[in-house]
């Protein structure tokens, strides 16, 4: 399970992810309880229609956010989909887009040494205006140099030996779901890992002194 919001503990939760219980199988979001002493699944829904293909776990993890008037945004990891929901689950609606930088569906892996890492969305927020910003973790630039320890020919390789902060960027969209538009755009020479309340984000690198996340805040502009 990945990417929980609490509407209320501990009863009120959504998570998204496998869940394997009869009701639940298929289903990428799961709205469940903690106030026992296991966790309930309480409903269980999604952007399509429930149905797990074999090889498609991957879309089984979506990045979620609570709007403002209390409905549920999810954008898919592997795939550039918007999708609201009321709280009972109940699907509002779906926005797609298809730029050339995220186009069709991607896959849940970070490339190699001569394969760019593919795109994945990172996380959704919804801003005091209505809008949504959609974070995707992009290829960055320097992806080449986050491989530069491992020799070639080598078939196995640890977490060690890569540099991850090397191989990604962010790619930011704010989008106005109300007219279905990117209103700004921005890539960001920094891997965010994930996005908190007041428009900020976490951003994590390696630097002399080892790992390090920052929090950064970030505002729209308009001109």
Request: no cysteine; glycine share 12%.
């Amino acid at each position: 399970m990945f990417g929980g919001v609490v509407v209320r503990w501990p009863g009120s939760v959504y998570l998204s992810g496998a869940n394997h219980g009869v009701s639940a199988v298929g289903w990428p979001i799961h709205q469940v309880s903690f106030a026992g002493d296991h966790l309930e699944t309480i409903n269980s829904f999604g952007p399509e229609n429930g149905k797990l293909l074999p090889g498609g776990e991957g879309s089984s993890t979506l990045r979620l956010a609570l709007s403002r008037t209390g409905t549920l945004w999810s954008v898919d990891v592997t795939q550039y989909r918007l999708a609201e929901f009321k709280p009972d689950g109940t699907k509002l609606r779906i926005l797609r887009r298809n730029p050339a930088w995220f186009s069709g569906t991607s896959t849940a892996w970070i490339g190699n040494p001569t394969t760019p890492p593919p795109p994945q969305a990172i996380a959704v927020r919804e801003d005091e205006s209505g809008y949504l910003w959609v974070f995707v973790r992009t290829a960055s630039p320097t992806w080449r140099d986050g491989w530069s320890k491992v020799k070639p020919g080598t078939t196995e390789v640890g977490f060690g030996d890569i540099s991850l902060d090397k191989m990604f960027r962010t790619t930011i969209e704010i989008i106005d779901p109300s007219a279905g538009a990117v209103v700004a755009r921005r890539a960001l020479d920094l891997w965010v890992v994930g996005a908190i309340r007041g428009g900020r984000v976490v951003t994590y690198k390696v630097d002399a002194s080892g790992p390090r996340l920052d929090v950064i805040q970030l505002k729209l502009e308009r001109r």
